[in-house]
C-alpha cells in the first residue's frame, strides 16, 4: 500500500470512530416505580413508552426501564424507590397516586421525578407550585380525586330511589380523608345516607359487598386508588352478584362490564407524562417544566349492564355521555 492510500485510509478510520462511539452509547435507563400490580396498568405505561418512542427512545433499543411494583402494599415504597437511586437511574417515573412520587422525592433531591396521578400535587407536598414545581419533581395531574361529588350526582340520577348510599375507600391511602369529605358534602346536598366502607390488600371485599346487604345500600361510589383500579374485575363480579349499582372513577371498568363512571382519562396522563419523560432525557429540567393537570374527563355509560340490574337510564343523562357502551 502506498503511503499517501495508507494516511488517507488511516484519517477516514479516525473520522469514523467518533461515530461508531456514539453508536454504541449504552442505553438510557430510567426507573419506573408504581404501587400498584403491572397487568391492569399495561395500556397506561403502553401509552407511556409510546409517547418516549416519539421522542427518540425505544425499549430494548436506546432505552431500559427498570419496573418497581409495590402490588399495592405502600409501605414498599420506600425501600423500592432507594432500590431505583442505587441503580443510579437517570430519571423516575411514578404512577398509582402521591405515595410513589413521595417515596421517590424522599429517596432522592437529584434524580429527576416525573409523576402521574390523581392528586393535589401542591397539596401533597411534591412541589411548591403548578406553574413553578421547583426542585426534581414536576409531571401531570388529573385530580380523579376531586370528581367524588360529580360521581355522587350521576349515581343519584342512575338510581333516584336510594335514599342510602355507601363509598368503598382504602383507610391506607393518603387522600382517603379528602375524598370522603368531598362526598359526604354531596350526599347531603341530594338528602342522601352515606356509609362509608374500608377495604384495602389486607382485607377481603367479599365482607365489604356482603356488608352492604345489611346496611340497605341502594347505590356504591367507588374511591380514586390504584389498588381499588388493580381489582376493577373483582369489583364489578361482586357488584353484579350484590345487583348494587356502581359508580367507578375509570372508564376502564365501564369497558369490563361495570354500570358507569366518571373521571379523567389515566390513559391520557400516562401519555403526557412520556412526553415529559422524553423532554427530561432530551435534556428538559424539571423544574422548568410545569404541572400539566389532564383535562380529559370521561362519563361512560354502559347499557348492557344498566339492562341486567333492571335500571332505566334517563334519556337526558344518556345525552350527556360520552361514551354509551351497548
Same mark, same amino acid.
Given at each position: 500500500?502506498? &503511503? *499517501?492510500?495508507?494516511?488517507?485510509?488511516?484519517? =477516514?478510520?479516525?473520522?469514523?470512530? @467518533? #461515530? +461508531? /462511539?456514539? $453508536?454504541?452509547?449504552?442505553?438510557?435507563?430510567?426507573?419506573?416505580?408504581?404501587?400498584?400490580?403491572?397487568?391492569?396498568?399495561?395500556?397506561?405505561?403502553?401509552?407511556?413508552?409510546?409517547?418516549?418512542?416519539?421522542?427518540?427512545?425505544?425499549?430494548?433499543?436506546?432505552?431500559?426501564?427498570?419496573?418497581?411494583?409495590?402490588?399495592?402494599?405502600?409501605?414498599?415504597?420506600?425501600?423500592?424507590?432507594?432500590?431505583?437511586? &442505587? *441503580?443510579?437511574?437517570?430519571?423516575?417515573?411514578? =404512577?398509582?397516586?402521591?405515595?410513589? @412520587? #413521595? +417515596? /421517590?422525592? $424522599?429517596?432522592?433531591?437529584?434524580?429527576?421525578?416525573?409523576?402521574?396521578?390523581?392528586?393535589?400535587?401542591?397539596?401533597?407536598?411534591?412541589?411548591?407550585?403548578?406553574?413553578?414545581?421547583?426542585?426534581?419533581?414536576?409531571?401531570?395531574?388529573?385530580?380523579?380525586?376531586?370528581?367524588?361529588?360529580?360521581?355522587?350526582?350521576?349515581?343519584?340520577?342512575?338510581?333516584?330511589?336510594?335514599?342510602?348510599?355507601?363509598?368503598?375507600?382504602?383507610?391506607?391511602?393518603?387522600?382517603?380523608?379528602?375524598?370522603?369529605?368531598?362526598?359526604?358534602? +354531596? /350526599?347531603? $346536598?341530594?338528602?342522601?345516607?352515606?356509609?362509608?366502607?374500608?377495604?384495602?390488600?389486607?382485607?377481603?371485599?367479599?365482607?365489604?359487598?356482603?356488608?352492604?346487604?345489611?346496611?340497605?345500600?341502594?347505590?356504591?361510589?367507588?374511591?380514586?386508588?390504584?389498588?381499588?383500579?388493580?381489582?376493577?374485575?373483582?369489583?364489578?363480579?361482586?357488584?353484579?352478584?350484590?345487583?348494587?349499582?356502581?359508580?367507578?372513577?375509570?372508564?376502564?371498568?365501564?369497558?369490563?362490564?361495570?354500570?358507569?363512571?366518571?373521571?379523567?382519562?389515566?390513559?391520557? +396522563?400516562?401519555?403526557?407524562?412520556?412526553?415529559?419523560?422524553?423532554?427530561?432525557?432530551?435534556?428538559?429540567?424539571?423544574?422548568?417544566?410545569?404541572?400539566?393537570?389532564?383535562?380529559?374527563?370521561?362519563?361512560?355509560?354502559?347499557?348492557?349492564?344498566?339492562?341486567?340490574?333492571?335500571?332505566?337510564?334517563?334519556?337526558?343523562?344518556?345525552?350527556?355521555?360520552?361514551?354509551?357502551?351497548?
Amino acid at each position: 500500500m502506498k &503511503r *499517501r492510500e495508507f494516511i488517507t485510509l488511516l484519517g =477516514g478510520a479516525v473520522a469514523a470512530w @467518533p #461515530l +461508531a /462511539a456514539r $453508536a454504541q452509547k449504552p442505553p438510557a435507563v430510567i426507573g419506573l416505580l408504581h404501587s400498584a400490580t403491572p397487568g391492569p396498568y399495561a395500556p397506561m405505561t403502553a401509552a407511556f413508552r409510546k409517547s418516549l418512542n416519539e421522542a427518540g427512545y425505544s425499549e430494548g433499543q436506546n432505552l431500559t426501564i427498570e419496573y418497581r411494583w409495590a402490588e399495592s402494599q405502600l409501605e414498599r415504597l420506600p425501600e423500592l424507590a432507594t432500590d431505583l437511586v &442505587r *441503580r443510579q437511574v437517570y430519571m423516575i417515573f411514578t =404512577g398509582g397516586g402521591s405515595d410513589p @412520587p #413521595l +417515596a /421517590a422525592k $424522599a429517596a432522592t433531591s437529584k434524580i429527576p421525578i416525573v409523576f402521574a396521578n390523581g392528586t393535589d400535587p401542591v397539596g401533597a407536598g411534591l412541589v411548591a407550585s403548578l406553574n413553578r414545581p421547583g426542585g426534581n419533581v414536576t409531571g401531570i395531574t388529573f385530580l380523579n380525586n376531586t370528581l367524588g361529588p360529580k360521581e355522587v350526582e350521576v349515581l343519584h340520577e342512575l338510581a333516584p330511589k336510594a335514599a342510602v348510599i355507601a363509598v368503598l375507600l382504602n383507610p391506607k391511602l393518603a387522600t382517603a380523608d379528602s375524598q370522603l369529605k368531598d362526598l359526604q358534602v +354531596a /350526599a347531603r $346536598a341530594l338528602g342522601l345516607q352515606i356509609h362509608v366502607l374500608h377495604a384495602s390488600p389486607e382485607s377481603g371485599l367479599d365482607m365489604v359487598f356482603a356488608s352492604m346487604v345489611q346496611l340497605r345500600a341502594g347505590g356504591l361510589v367507588i374511591g380514586a386508588d390504584a389498588f381499588f383500579f388493580s381489582r376493577r374485575d373483582q369489583l364489578i363480579g361482586l357488584a353484579t352478584r350484590y345487583s348494587i349499582p356502581t359508580i367507578y372513577p375509570w372508564r376502564e371498568a365501564v369497558a369490563a362490564g361495570g354500570l358507569a363512571s366518571y373521571g379523567a382519562s389515566v390513559t391520557d +396522563a400516562y401519555r403526557l407524562a412520556g412526553i415529559y419523560a422524553g423532554r427530561i432525557l432530551n435534556g428538559d429540567k424539571p423544574a422548568d417544566l410545569p404541572v400539566q393537570q389532564s383535562t380529559n374527563t370521561e362519563f361512560v355509560i354502559n347499557l348492557k349492564t344498566a339492562k341486567t340490574l333492571g335500571i332505566e337510564i334517563p334519556p337526558t343523562l344518556l345525552g350527556r355521555a360520552d361514551e354509551v357502551i351497548e
